[in-house]
């Protein structure tokens, strides 16, 4: 004889119809967890840069300090950022802002976004204004503290100042830096390479162009100790830089250099440049270096200049003199 629940159908769980909610709600909280601890350890990070600014007498603010980016980004935000440093060449400094954004699943990368206008005052007491179009920076970090690689790029600068040579316009500028790899321990050079277009000084109606790529020996020591000490360290620790190539025109002017130049211990330009030039000989008269200017002339040439104990020279003759850099 038959039961007669045997022939009643299985009654079908239900754990199915909650399982995907209650998963999405979980992943829900460890996201919302993981950005507020994310935000907390930027905004922290961002208060201790701040203060190892102040400790070496750069005082930097923010009008306005925001966080932002839920759920898979972090954007910290700070508008009306202010220096006021009581050392060093830049005395202060006034610009819009800028907005740093990080992935939560890519933290180590991060993009800059700078907003102006800047204006800046010189320890000399010379002023800076700058405006753009747009300016970013990515910085990709090995460690939390230190950055292998950083990418800068801006385009439709504009300058004016009280130093002509630093007034003018840049159409589109780059510059580039890594730490070089090696495969036999960590690496301490850095590699280097800055381009611009369409730059024009106040005073000339000629755009100029540049691109340029080298290396710093033992870079990653000038990286990590901005200032004098850190440049006093780099040169100690027998710091180079090499200019693999530089060139630079302007019109029917251009001029291409080679070699590498290092500091010795009188803190003078040591090293060894290899010269190609044509028609500059007037830019360097009018920018100071009248003896050099003269040997370029305003035709094409070819040569080796050398820096020994703080003398410029073309083999034994001596075209000018140049005091200690610090």
């Known amino acids: 004889m038959i039961e007669p629940n045997a022939l009643a159908p299985k009654r079908k769980s239900r754990i199915g119809l909650y ?4 998963l999405v709600a979980v992943f829900g909280i460890a996201v919302s967890v993981w950005w507020t601890v994310a935000t907390r350890f930027a905004d922290a990070a961002f208060d201790h840069w701040l203060s190892a600014e102040a400790s070496v007498g750069r005082q930097w603010s923010c009008a306005t300090r925001s966080m932002a980016g839920f759920p898979f980004r972090i954007e910290l935000g700070c508008e009306g ?7 060093g060449e830049l ?45 970013r920076t990515r910085l990709h970090f090995e460690t939390p503290n230190r950055a292998d690689q950083i990418d800068w790029a801006v385009d439709g600068l504009a300058s004016e100042s009280d130093n002509r040579l630093l007034a003018g316009t840049l159409g589109h500028a780059e510059v580039h830096m890594r730490k070089r ?13 800055a381009s611009l277009a369409d730059a024009v000084l106040r005073d000339s109606s000629v755009p100029a ?15 990590d100790h901005p200032g004098l000490t850190g440049v006093e360290a780099w040169r ?9 190539h530089w060139d630079m025109s302007r019109g029917d002017q251009s001029l291409h250099l080679s070699g590498t130049l290092a500091i010795d211990e009188t803190h003078r330009l040591a090293g060894k440049v290899d010269v190609a030039a044509k028609g500059v000989g007037e830019l360097f008269k009018e920018t100071g270096f009248a003896t050099l200017g003269s040997a370029l002339g305003g035709g094409s040439v070819q040569l080796p200049l050398t820096f020994a104990k703080g003398r410029l020279l073309i083999g034994p003759l001596r075209l000018a003199e140049f005091p200690p850099l610090y």
């Open 19 to 22: 399982a995907m909610p209650v």
């Open 81 to 87: 950022l202010g220096l006021a440093a009581s050392q």
């Open 91 to 135: 005395h202060t400094l006034a610009m819009g802002g800028f907005v740093a954004v990080a992935n939560l699943y890519q933290p180590s990368l991060l993009l800059v976004e700078s907003h102006g206008p800047l204006t800046a005052t010189l320890a000399n007491g010379q002023t800076l204004s700058l405006q753009w179009v747009l300016m």
């Open 181 to 193: 790899p090696k495969e036999d321990g960590p690496s301490t050079d850095l590699d280097l390479a």
């Open 209 to 223: 162009f540049f691109n340029g790529q080298g290396t710093i020996k033992q870079g990653v020591i000038l990286a």
């Open 236 to 244: 100690s620790a027998g710091g180079e830089i090499g200019i693999e």
